[in-house]
């Protein structure tokens, strides 16, 4: 059987919740990633089920694991890098406020470099 790949979008116009388009579009992926993290609870929960059926307890073992000194470390390294990525447009933006770095004062730079 073959599949088909359509793009498939709900017909009309998208409802909006905050002025805001940007708004809208950061709850849309926030929900997606959401959605992504519970079905990955999920299928972590079935393997954990399946195991303990054939005898192995990894619910246990999972919540009294402790990870080795490198272990920990690269789990940490991870999940800074996951936040930096995660808020790069805040951190921008707060960057940019702290140093008076306003979109007028970027234009000023650009038309001053351009005149040479």
Known sequence: MTELNVARYAKGKRPEFYAD?????????????????FVLRDRLD??????????????EEIDSFEPSQESAEEREARRQDFFQRLFFVANKRAAELAGN??????????????EG
């Not at 388009?21 to 993290?37: F, K, R």
């Open 21 to 37: 388009p940007a708004m809208d579009e950061a709850m849309s992926m926030i929900m997606v990633l959401s959605s992504e993290l």
């Open 101 to 114: 770095d306003t979109g007028e004062r970027y234009e000023t730079i650009l038309k001053d470099t351009a």
């Open 46 to 59: 079935t393997f954990e089920v399946i195991a303990e059926k054939k005898g192995v307890m990894l619910r």
